[in-house]
C-alpha cells in the first residue's frame, strides 16, 4: 500500500496502458513471426524430411484433387506411395503416373469408404508388411449444396456417407497404422478436415460437424501421441480447385498440386494449419468479416449463404 502511494492514480493507469500495448505488440509480433515460419519460411526451411519416417506414404482419396496431388507430391519427395479410392482404373492410371514420372513403386487398394466398417479387414490385411511412414486421411464426402438439414435429398444414405467417408475412415486407418509407427517411434498423419470444421456453419451442418470431428480427433491424437515421435497433423483448407469445388467459380482457389506442396511444406511445424499462406489470409479475412457473434446468427447465416451463391456457377 505504502509503495503504491509512490504513484497516482493516473501514473498506474497509465502504465496500465502502456503494458497492455506491448502486450499486444508482443503477441502480434509472436503471430507474425510463427505465420512467416509456417507459410513462407517453410519453402526454403522444411519441418520434416518426410522421406525419413519411412519408406510407403497412404493416401485415401488418392485418385484426385487434393489426395491425388498428395499422392505426387510425397512420391516426388522419395516415398512409395499405397493409392486408396473407388475406380480401379483410375487407380491404376494414377499408379502408373507416378512410378514414370517419380520413380517410385506403388500399390493400390480399391475400396469404397460409404460401405462402413465391412472395409477396413481387407485394407489391413492389404497393408501387411509395408513400413508405412506417412498417413494421409484425405477421403470425404459432402452434399454439393448448402442445405437445411431436413431438406437434403435421400437424407439417410447422406448421413451414412458423410459419417462412414469423413470420419470412420480417419478413426478406422488411423487406427490400422499407428501400432507400427509406435512401435517403430516415428511416423506422420496428416487429416484432411476443412474451414468449415473450424466452427458451426449452418446449412452445411453434416459436412461442417463431420470436418469438426477430423480437426479434434487430430489436435487431441498430437498431444497423446507426440511424445512417442508422432506428429499429427490437421489441415483447414479453404478453396482448393478440385471436382469436389467444380460448381463454384474459381476466384481465389488454389490448384491442388500448388496446395498439397505448400501444406507439406508445414508438417512438423503446424499441428493445425490452412496449408498455405493465402488460405490463411482468406481465414483471418473470414473471421474478421464473420466473427462468431454475426457468423452464429439467422442474419451471418444469410449472409453467408449469399456470398457462397455469388460464388457458384450459375
Ligand atoms: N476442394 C476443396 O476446396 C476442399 C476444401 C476443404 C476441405 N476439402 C477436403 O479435402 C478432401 C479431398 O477433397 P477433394 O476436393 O480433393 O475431393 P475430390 O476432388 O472430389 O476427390 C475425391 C477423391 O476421393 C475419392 N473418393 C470419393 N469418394 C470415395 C469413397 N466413397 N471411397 C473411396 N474413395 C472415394 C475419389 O476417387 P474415386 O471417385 O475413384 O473413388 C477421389 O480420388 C476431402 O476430405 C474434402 O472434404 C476439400
Not at 458423410?162 to 475412415?169: D, E, I, P, R, T
Not at 466452427?199 to 498431444?223: C, E, H, N, Q, V
Not at 479453404?238 to 474459381?250: A, C, E, G, I, Q
Request: hydrophobic content about 45%; proline content about 3%.
Amino acid at each position: 500500500m505504502a509503495s503504491l502511494s509512490f504513484f497516482s492514480p493516473e501514473q498506474l493507469l497509465t502504465g496500465l496502458g502502456v503494458l497492455s500495448v506491448l502486450w499486444l505488440c508482443l503477441k502480434a509480433a509472436w503471430s507474425l513471426a510463427q505465420g512467416l515460419r509456417i507459410y513462407v519460411l517453410s519453402h526454403v526451411w522444411k519441418g520434416v524430411d518426410v522421406a525419413s519416417y519411412g519408406p510407403w506414404a497412404v493416401v485415401t482419396g488418392a485418385t484426385a484433387g487434393i489426395g491425388k496431388a498428395y499422392a505426387h507430391e510425397l512420391a516426388r519427395r522419395g516415398l512409395n506411395v499405397v493409392l486408396i479410392s473407388r475406380s480401379l482404373e483410375k487407380l491404376e492410371q494414377v499408379a502408373t503416373e507416378i512410378e514414370e514420372q517419380h520413380g517410385r513403386s506403388t500399390k493400390v487398394i480399391q475400396a469404397d469408404f460409404t460401405h462402413g466398417l465391412e472395409i477396413y479387414e481387407s485394407i489391413q490385411a492389404s497393408l501387411q508388411g509395408l513400413e508405412i511412414g506417412i498417413l494421409v486421411n484425405n477421403v470425404g464426402h459432402v452434399i454439393s449444396k448448402p442445405l437445411c438439414f431436413l431438406d437434403v435429398d435421400n437424407a439417410d444414405k447422406c448421413i451414412d456417407d458423410l459419417v462412414h467417408c469423413n470420419m470412420l475412415s480417419t478413426a478406422k486407418m488411423t487406427q490400422i497404422v499407428l501400432p507400427q509407427m509406435v512401435a517403430r517411434k516415428k511416423g506422420i498423419i496428416i487429416n484432411m478436415s476443412s474451414v468449415l470444421g473450424r466452427r458451426p456453419f449452418p446449412m452445411s451442418i453434416m459436412y461442417s460437424g463431420t470436418k469438426t470431428f477430423d480437426d479434434f480427433f487430430s489436435r487431441a491424437l498430437d498431444i497423446e501421441y507426440r511424445p512417442k515421435g508422432i506428429i499429427v497433423q490437421s489441415v483447414l483448407p479453404l478453396f482448393v480447385n478440385t471436382n469436389m469445388t467444380s460448381h463454384y467459380r474459381k476466384f481465389l482457389m488454389s490448384t491442388s498440386e500448388t496446395f498439397a506442396h505448400k501444406a507439406l511444406n508445414t508438417v512438423g511445424i503446424a499441428s493445425r494449419t490452412s496449408g498455405c499462406l493465402s488460405h490463411s489470409f482468406q481465414y483471418l479475412l473470414m473471421n474478421k468479416l464473420f466473427p462468431d457473434w454475426l457468423h452464429l446468427t439467422s442474419l451471418g447465416t444469410w449472409l453467408v449463404h449469399r456470398i457462397s451463391n455469388l460464388l457458384m456457377h450459375k
